[in-house]
């Protein structure tokens, strides 16, 4: 044991998964250490991508022929 109380393999495996994590962050475009947990949740009508997604539509702007088509693939309405 070591003076901290915690195992030498297990202080090492946390500074490992802490290092990893802010290594891989900037491409998964997060935050790790955002305490906002709402913002890759659903939208709060419960349709359509979360509000940090980066291809959030714009509800004014009509579909365009072949986005309408996609969404008849995917079952939309």
Wanted: aromatic letters at 6%; glycine letters at 12%; hydrophobic letters at 30%.
């Amino acid at each position: 044991m070591c003076p901290s109380g915690r195992p030498f393999a297990l202080r090492l495996l946390r500074a490992l998964r802490r290092s990893l994590t802010a290594y891989g962050a900037p491409y998964a475009g997060v935050d790790p250490w955002s305490t906002d947990t709402g913002a890759c949740g659903p939208s709060p009508e419960g349709s359509g991508p979360g509000a940090a997604h980066p291809e959030r539509v714009r509800p004014d702007v009509p579909l365009t022929p072949s986005e309408r088509a996609h969404a008849r693939e995917l079952g939309s309405p």
